[in-house]
């Protein structure tokens, strides 16, 4: 007999697999039924069904734009370009953001936005068109603002998409001098900050190396503490992925597998990143990489054993069929929602770490919050007071050397002088939050005895926003 919100197969859909895992955390807090209720839904859900010629033809385009949560404004959320795109998946992701952005203190609700098409198979030219459209059906129902709702990348999205997003809300809206902040993830030289690009994947390694720093956790599943020598396999080589790659492969760990559409490839001994890169722009395909194995069942690669798992492409990826055949010591969930909710009981009792993605895939939306403030103020982080800190970290250096008499050599000179620019203070601010995030989720665990960490960061981040309504003064 099958449950409430249960499909054919028995698995719940991707909103009750959230809605499942928020009810086993608000088990933890005493808090009146009404407000959870108002904290789990999605306060307003637009559907825009809008026609575009491509071709000869008129085609109606499919899309949405949910806003979670309006308990922090403006809403904050990405934009999926995928044929897959559904009402149930974009609430569920604007569900998920909610969650993050209280956890990580980056003061927005959550939201997200989908777009039905598949951009692999459509030009440039039609993208555009539709995303324009898009835009202007968001401005004419005030779904999109600095101050309302900021839009980011997601899958099949990115830097080009935001900046059309952003000249369209500008010639809307002329002489709005926050235009800017109305989209994040846009180019450096449309707005955009250093380091958003490179922000969810390095959100992902800074989460995941904190992990391997914990003594505790690494014994409990039989790994040396460190990144170097762990072994990894990755799903999806997007935006979010190749960075996640990049950043495990400088820092030492040997990436054994990397898994993509159309096929996986192995090697025991690790791939060179950006070997395989340039492979996949030459010929369109991570398969065939010299010195790796194919492997065509692409799902087939989550199941290879290793340290490290990094689902970094899709939602649902590790289900209950193939859960049990997760060799994986830990997973770090990079993409929103890649495991169910039945799934991950079952790897829990396998004994295996599961990072969840409502904190680990934080970084892009962090980052995003860093843009969004740059954009507002109009100044790059680092212009005021780089050069300050220079002369003042010279006068110092001189003092020193002075008084012990001692020259320091050009190269360290260099070190040591070096005011902070736009991409140290970025990167300095989402190490901090990401590390600091981190421990908030582990103390939390530690301190309730709560079995699973998806639990603690659930529970850490339904107190944030239930103090947030409380002090609104709407449930005194
Ligand atoms: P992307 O479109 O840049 O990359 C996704 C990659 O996954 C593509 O290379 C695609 O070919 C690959 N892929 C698709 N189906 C696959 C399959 N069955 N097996 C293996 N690979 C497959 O998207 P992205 O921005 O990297 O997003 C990936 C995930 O991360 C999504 O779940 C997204 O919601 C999440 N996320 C993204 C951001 C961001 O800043 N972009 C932030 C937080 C979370």
Known sequence: ?????????GSYDFFHCIEKNFNKAAKFISVEKGLLEQIKLCNSVYRINFPVRIGKEIKVIESYRV??????????????????????????????????????????GGAKGGIKIDPQTMSIDNIEKITRRYTSELIKKNFIGPGIDVPAPDYGSGEREMSWIFDTFLSLNPGDVNALACVTGKPISQGGVRGRKEATGLGVFYGIRELCRMKEEMFSI?????????????QGLGNVGYHVANFFYNSGAIIIALAEREGAIYNENGLNISDVLSHLKETGSILNFPGAKNINNTDKALELECDILIPAALENVIHKNNADKIKAKIIGEAANGPITYDADKILRKKGIIIIPDIYLNAGGVTVSYFE?????????????????????????????????????????????????????????????????????????????????????????????????????????
């Not at 007999?1 to 197969?9: A, E, F, G």
């Not at 403006?74 to 956890?103: D, F, W």
């Not at 039989?222 to 990755?234: A, E, F, N, S």
């Open 67 to 108: 806003q979670h949560s309006h308990h922090k404004l403006p809403c904050k959320g990405g934009i999926r370009y995928s044929i897959k795109v559904n009402q149930n998946e974009i609430m569920t992701l604007a569900a998920l953001m909610t969650y993050k952005c209280a956890i990580m203190d980056v003061p927005f």
């Open 222 to 234: 039989g790994l040396d503490i460190g990144i170097i020598g762990k072994k990894i396999i990755i």
């Open 1 to 9: 007999m099958l449950k409430k919100n249960q499909n054919k197969t």
């Open 372 to 476: 969004w403030l740059k954009n507002l103020s109009h100044v790059r982080y680092g212009r005021v007071e780089r050069k300050f800190s220079e002369n003042m970290n010279s006068e110092l250096l001189q003092i020193i050397e002075t008084i012990c008499k001692k020259k320091v050599s050009i190269e360290e000179k260099k070190i040591i002088l070096r005011g902070a620019s736009e991409i140290d203070l970025v990167r300095s601010g989402l190490e901090d939050t990401m590390i600091n995030g981190f421990h908030k989720i582990r103390d939390l665990k530690k301190s309730l005895c709560i079995n699973s960490t998806r639990t603690a960061a659930f529970l850490l981040s339904i107190k944030k926003i239930v103090d947030s309504y409380k002090k609104l003064g709407i449930f005194p």
